[in-house]
């Protein structure tokens, strides 16, 4: 039998009008590999970062390899072998792979001065030792998102864990990638015996890789189960409390007229360097076009300049017919167009703001929001506020919660509301259930499904195949900055996509891309 290496002993955490942590109580095993899954708000991240020695919890006691944790600081978990892996990477772009896996731990020559050799060393033995393959000397933003995430793994075990914890580890990641991803949790954890915790939302993910399971359901341990007991179905109804389907969307109207058209565009990215190089697409009203790409491809630059926040090099962008070049995103949302961006926290939600103001944001001069147009109706606004939380599951301490209090999940929850609110006749999405837990997805798939039937024209870029899969009536790939496929739905394969992805198409089945630019 396993020995027990953590032990969560009646854990609570409150949080000033949440309780994050109800009483939790279970054990983990030495050389398991165990999936933690919940809706968003559940407490697992709450309950990792208790471990992690971020937060402190209210009551109960956290056992690591039998040592009760005193200080509950990272320093007193790293101590004790504890790593982990964030979701958003903390990763210093301009240094090379060793120094940030030897970053605040570098070695010295002479007490004194920074040996970078001996990092360079130490990042190869690693590498050598645990299978993660990575050039040391390589510069961090010049890598692939999955071999950033094996930098992040690499640090960790350069100081000295054999317990890791990885937060959502597949979010950005292609089929590839995560199957290589799995395959190295199953050699350290078979060669190394170390015990990796996986917080995750991608339940058929936890059926290939984990040992056991435990769900949480508003701050409480629903059970812990052996993975090879249950099945992606049992694990839903235990998250959301009811059975969630994820059946084929129904898709029902007529394409129309085209709302959103690029020709030749090129646009450049943050540092100057050519990002989108010559685009061309279309989007018909009653349309979901779905662009699979792994991140840094141009995909985000392209949802960011037919938006008005990135400037256009060159070429035209189009929505409702009216030629964007030059136009802000306040101009472009004044023709009809609402926008899910990627990144939630720089530009989906004002953190320090209320629930409630960012459900209006947007919408303050409407009449039955204000008087003249000057003057804010407060009861109106808190009415509404409290329906659109209610309808979308947003889940705080009430509507004058601030936004930057929120989990993930419901901070972006919080996005989707505000931008469905919206009688738009184009929708930019970008990412919309990234770090949403299985139930949200569903009411956010069907949400999405709704504004296609209704006649949006709308433009899916997302990480999760998937998710582009589902939706998507036509889907095209980029890599690069350009365009390397394009297909009907149906017209080809996860895997065989993935390729196009990685701008290897001699690896697809499919010959070439189906259709045209129409």
Sequence with gaps: MQDTIIKFENISMQFPGVLANDNVSFDIKKGEVFALVGENGAGKSTLMNILYGINTPTNGSVYIKGNKMEKHTPSEAIENGVGMVHQHFMLVPSFTVAQNIALSKEPRKHKVFYDLKAAEK?????????????????????????????????????????????????????????????????????????TVIIITHKLYEVMAISDRVGVMRQGKLVGVENTKDVNEKVLASMMVGRDVLFDKMEKHGVQGDVQIEVRDLQVADNRGLLAVRGVDLKVHAGEILGIAAIEGNGQSELLEAITGMRGILSGEAFVEGVKINGMNPGQIRKLGLAHIPEDRIATGVSSSSTITENLIIGKERRQNFSKYKIHLMKSSITRYAQEISQKFDIRGAGVDTEVGSLSGGNMQKVVVAREFSFDTPVLIIAQPTRGVDVGAIEFIHQSIINKRNEGCAILLVSADLDEIFRLSDRIITMYEGKVTGEFAEGEIDKMDISYYMTGDRSEASVTQAGGGQE
């Design 122 to 194: 130490a990042t190869q033995d690693l590498v050598n030792d645990y299978g993660l393959v990575v050039n040391p000397k390589a510069v961090v933003q010049e890598i692939s998102v999955g071999l950033q995430q094996r930098v992040e793994i690499l640090k960790t075990l350069y100081r000295g864990a054999d317990i890791l914890i990885l937060d959502e580890p597949t979010a950005v990641l292609t089929p590839q990638e995560t199957e290589e991803l799995f395959e190295v949790i199953r050699r350290i954890v078979r060669e190394k015996d170390m």
